[in-house]
């Protein structure tokens, strides 16, 4: 009872506080200063349509960079934890459905393909790296499920993760020498503006982070999927 | 045949690259051709499920009709689904029934189910072998087997055609 | 009047929403809450391709098409796990 | 009327969930439940973030037929929320996969969810 | 003003949805109510012009994170019936 | 022009309308197999007809309209047919008005026998 009543307390007096920044709050009506900077140069100096994406992979690369370290570490964290079980073969209880085979087939390569437009195009429109990574995952989930074509490899995914990551570093450091700062894209020619190849090094390095979060999502799936209840 | 296969599904996968990009420009077409290759030969050199469509004249004729039944379909058991949502005495019948089906290829069995699916009032439920087993918001008459038939019939004519 | 008729059709749907809620908080089983869930992802496809109209902006298709393809993951792995079978 | 405009209706939501996730957070016993409140907290701060990017009237910082390149400045809403956020998210999930796989270990180490069994963590 | 009606009605959902995900007594339920706050949310950031952020959200939030639940879910399930 | 916008939102009108008939029959159908198919077949047709409508105002969108139809088409019978079979798995009771239900007596059948 006294437990739930200084929660209670709590409650409230976050919701006050809370209740004052709200009540303090007012909507701006012009672009702060930093975001007029980047609405006015960004497209020039970068060549993307998106500005969202223009931020994240230029101007804050470094954000970026640590926030794929973030998931890497996770992913590593989860594959120690969980593997030390013993693995056990258990059947399912019910047979995979020959539509949902079927469809599987037919969905899969659509899957991936929209997969890789949307990291590839990712300066043009909404999405991006990490929503590429993302419908990667949900493709290998779909593989898991059907259990059709050929086996996921490990060390390819390894193999993937490890490529991706390298590369990112070396593009960034490659911005350095070759060009303002890290992850300056002006490594590569910024192409006519609102066409694919218009943003210089910004699909590439997109590409190299879509394929890094896929690889470390499907990991974590992958583990989560294969180690079957734990026994001791 | 495992090239018309990979053909199929590389046409396929180029055909929604271009729509999804919206332009004809090189290099689009170039990155698109690239990936929807690599995809089409490390995914489809096992499954089988494209073989089967058969690339004759006829085929586009029959599928344009299949469209039509289908769509005309569509529209009709909506408005008999609805009209049995809306009525206030809720007149159902519901039931699984039991229908055979004369197709082989997988293809076309993933067809005729997602129609059967599609149109209100049907709902396949379970397929084993060629048997479907149909789920319905109302079954017509006593005689469970013909209606069973009817529904499948209706579709599987023209699927016949197009994948034998 | 076009937009006057899209206005009642976003409103037509922000209703179906409501009612879809209603049933899955009364849901007898898990199943009928997951087909609440696969109901209201398809019927919000709709509603955002409307919102691209009423924004004027083609990017907004790409949003719906994500949906498209996410509804059916999770469905299916609610369903595999419903069946014991993941 | 100032808070009827869907800023501060969005605004709110975000704070509403926010005590609401927090409210989880402190009061449920089964670890799975925390877990979920901290992803509802998760979404309610993401809310918050880009409803003060929010600008009245304006569009999607996305430069097309719609918006030019020149007049951008005057067109588009805030997209540095919107960055930070979409970040933010992918790191949401992120962390929730590893206080799950946490959970897990936790309940192979004790067979129970309730936290109040979980002895080797009181002193 | 219309905008803001449907927003008003999303977020009543979005309330009723988190009290449901944290006092529901089935694990599953709970989830699943907590995907349908991502969606809405995701619905909401369409509102707020922010398509980077509701595209994310809605693959992420409303489908992987639901994804990985059920994944946890099912393990503990399975540890459940060896016991 | 105008009267091709006038049609689509007539279009997208009669799909709002099919969604909401979704949304009552979800809440009126007695058991789980009749809200599957009131559910997600009505939900289905009304967001097709709502694309469609948006496609015929805007015409120059209409291609990716299209492929996200066709889309909806595979994948959402698939999944709605997946969720049925695990619901007739774990025995989800029918409602007390149905009639016949040959998918279980079939099972019976297999498992008697075995």
Redesign the interface.
Known sequence: MIRNSILILLIAGMAWILFQEFSAYHGADKLNSISEYYAKNAPTETGAANLVTAIVVTYRGFDTLGEVTILFLTAAIIGFMISTGKKTDRKPEQSNSELLETASNVLLPILILVGVYIFINGHLTPGGGFLGGAVLASAIILWLMSATGPKISHALLEVTEAFSGFGFVILGVLGIVLAGGFLDNKILHLGTFGTLLSAGAIPVIYSLIGLKVGAELSKIIIVLNQTQGEEK | MKFKGIFV?FV??LA??L?????L?M??LL?GAG??LL??V???T??S?FNDIRLTPKTFYYTLVYLGVFIVE?VKS?FD??MR??NPA?P???????AETILKS??A??IL??SI?????T?????KENIL?I?C?H?DGDN?EKYAQSIVRKFEKYLEVLYG | MVNILLSIALGIIVISFILVIVRFMLGDTVVDRVVALDVLTVSSIGLIVMLAHFFGRVIYIDVSIVYGILSFIGVIVIAKFLAKSL | MKYFNIEYISMATGLFLFLVGLWGIISQKNIIKIIISFSVLDTSIHLILVSIGYIRNKTAPIIDGVVSKTDAATKIVDPLPQALVLTAIVIGVGVTALMLTYALRMYSENKTLEINKYKSLKW | MMYSLIIIVMSLIMLVMAFMAIHHKNLQVAVIASGIISLFASVIYIFLAAPDVAITEASIGSALTVVIFFYVLNKIRQSDDTK | MEYLEIIGAIVTLIGAMFILFAGIGLLRMPDIYNRIQAGTKASTLGSMLTLLGIGLIHPDWLLKIVLLIIFILISNPVSSHVLGRAAHFIKVPLSSRTAVDKLAEDEDRVTQSK
Request: with cysteine.
């Open positions: 599904v396929m996968l929604i690259w729509v999804l990009n919206n332009t420009q290099a689009p990155i990936v929807s995809l089409s490390v995914l489809c096992k499954c499920v569509l909506n689904i609805a949502v809306l809720l159902i019948n519901p039931g699984i029934i039991k997988k293809m069995r993933l189910a997602n699916t599609l149109t209100p009032g709902f396949t439920i379970d397929i087993y789920h918001v079954i469970t």
